[in-house]
């Protein structure tokens, strides 16, 4: 018979079976949901001239590629477009004839058309063509946009039947129509106004697109501006929101109507500071007052996990005794809000904290994104957040470019309740990706209770899962999967290429490789890649 120091024992020992078990049952479960899976690549060879290609997702109905080839047919430039299915394998592959003079701008998606925007002419000349490319692979039409004002380009959507066009007239924001039916342009009465800035213009789903403007001016009462109009320009609705004395409104970005509500979202931060303090939520009711939510960096759970805990939790506490004392706090960061999505339980904003590392004043020079207040340290010229529809703001062969301007250190998601309460945030530390500039670095999708981020550094995919209830955390990297097995990634082309979410739990990554392959007659190639990359 066992003695009671033996049953003890044995009782101990089985416990702690038990918890071990269940610990590996845990592990196991992440390790499945952790899970990449990369099914498909596409390949392309390319020359050190070549121009890269514009990548722009179709979501269900697969990618487009677009780029300047650098050939002429009939004294025109030809741009190449190649439609590819989900499965990465290519629908159709053909050119189209652009005038020599023209300059890409953006573009837009429709469900079964894309089209593309240039400027003609000179870059002071305010002349535009939109060219129509069906889905199928054939151009249905060309249109020319000729607005009679000095007119600099911001903003470009399309709404219905009609495009949109946001800007400034003698620095002083306007929204231009152009219909397209009739081939009538109309400017949209209601925005010029001195001191302000349109910091968006975005279409909803119901074909429908709101604005943004914000007050720039040093008098006491500042305002937030939100307008809804139809696709006619008639006006729905409007919503005009004071902004709180010593508080600056610096980004925003509109939902569009996937669910029932409208909201702003962005950064915020004080006059003449590119360092932002927080975000705000500003939910749409034009029918009663409200005010602006104001949301400090400490007050969040996990945005300050790239810091030393020590200082997390200095910030956190000054942001607690600073809200108590009407203090605003002196913790920030420079951020940028790239998207907004709704869901279930609300909005999500994913965001990404940055460094610039040198001078940034070549993208203010650019005529192609004018905005009169970048000495102000308010806006952010250069990029349109949250679209990835506009024509990065230099040259590829721009002299200008440096390859030193930004490290992305951080991403991070925000999920905010319809009425703009803090639901729960989640981040992820990124290992100082270097670009040329602000762009995305990192992308994400929520599957059941958990956020899975993914982003690429060189030839690796990092991957983390987040559980939202339980804060469980898996991390794991992946080797960018190449054609061939044999294949050796000899190197990847720094400051280009990706990670976009694509549909649900799937992305598509990008970038270019030198590759060897002892096996092949080229031992050696260069290409450009695309693989599809599933999360699990």
């Known amino acids: 018979m066992r ?3 033996q049953q003890f024992y044995f009782q101990r020992k089985f416990r702690g079976i038990v918890v071990l078990i269940a610990i590996g049952l845990l592990v196991a479960q992440f390790a499945v949901v952790a899970q990449v899976t990369q099914p498909h690549r596409y390949e392309k060879v390319y020359k050190g001239s070549d121009d890269p290609f514009h990548l722009i997702s179709l979501k269900e109905k697969g990618l487009a590629l677009f780029r300047d080839i ?3 047919r009939n004294s025109n430039k030809l741009w190449q477009i190649v439609l590819l299915d989900t499965a990465l394998q290519v629908l159709k592959d053909f050119e189209i004839e652009v005038n020599e003079r023209n300059k890409f701008l953006g573009y837009e998606v429709t469900p079964d058309h894309l089209f593309f925007l240039f400027r003609t002419g000179e870059t002071t000349k305010n002349d535009f063509e939109l060219i129509d490319i069906d889905l199928k692979g054939a151009e249905a039409g060309r249109y020319q946009f000729k607005p009679d004002l000095d007119f600099k380009l911001t903003h470009f959507t399309r709404a219905g039947s009609n495009f949109i066009f946001g800007g400034y007239v003698n620095n002083e924001p306007a929204v231009v129509l152009f219909e397209l039916p009739n081939n009538r342009i109309r400017v949209i009465p209601g925005f010029f106004q001195k001191d302000t800035e349109l910091v968006d213009l975005r279409t909803n789903q119901n074909q429908t697109f709101n604005t943004v403007l914000i007050d720039r001016g040093s008098k006491d009462v500042r305002r937030l501006t939100f307008r809804t109009f139809d696709e006619s320009g008639k006006q729905l609705l409007e919503d005009i929101v004071p902004i709180e004395e010593q508080k600056f409104l610096q980004t925003g970005i509109t939902s569009t109507l996937e669910r029932e509500d409208l909201a702003v979202v962005g950064t915020w931060g004080e006059r003449n500071s590119k360092q932002s303090i927080g975000f705000y939520f500003m939910p749409v009711d034009p029918f009663n007052e409200q005010k602006i939510k104001y949301l400090d960096f400490g007050q969040l759970g996990h945005f300050l996990d790239h810091l030393s805990p020590k200082r997390a939790e ?5 942001s607690v005794s600073d809200a108590a004392a009407g203090r605003i706090p002196n913790f920030t960061s420079y951020v940028m809000p790239y998207k907004v999505m709704e869901y279930k339980d609300g909005f999500l904003l994913l965001a990404e904290l940055y460094n610039p590392v040198s001078n940034m004043n070549p993208y203010y020079s650019n005529p192609y994104y004018y905005n009169p207040y970048y000495g102000g340290g308010y806006s952010f010229p250069y ?3 949250g679209m ?3 024509y990065r703001p230099y040259s590829y062969n721009n002299s200008m470019k440096s390859a030193d301007e930004i490290k992305t250190n951080q991403t991070a998601v925000l999920s905010f309740s319809p009425n703009g309460k803090i639901n729960w ?3 992820f530390k990124v290992d100082e990706i270097k670009m040329p500039g602000i762009d995305q670095v990192s992308d994400f999708c929520i599957k059941g209770d958990q956020i899975h981020f993914l982003y690429k550094k060189e030839s690796e995919l990092k991957l983390k899962v ?9 991390e794991s990297t992946e080797k960018i999967r190449t054609a061939d097995p044999e294949d050796i990634i000899r190197s990847e082309k720094e400051f280009e290429g990706g990670v976009r979410q694509w549909v649900d ?3 598509y990554v990008w970038g270019y490789h030198t590759i060897r392959n002892a096996s092949n007659d080229d031992k050696v190639r260069d290409i450009f890649y695309i693989n599809k990359v599933v999360v699990k």
């Not at 200095?314 to 000054?318: F, T």
């Open 388 to 390: 990835n529809r506009m």
């Open 505 to 507: 739990n799937t992305f």
């Open 314 to 318: 200095r910030v956190k506490a000054n």
């Open 466 to 474: 987040i559980g939202i209830e339980d804060d469980q955390v898996v």
């Open 3 to 5: 003695t009671i120091t």
């Open 70 to 72: 650098n050939k002429y």
């Open 425 to 427: 945030d989640e981040s």
């Open 383 to 385: 990029y349109y957040p």
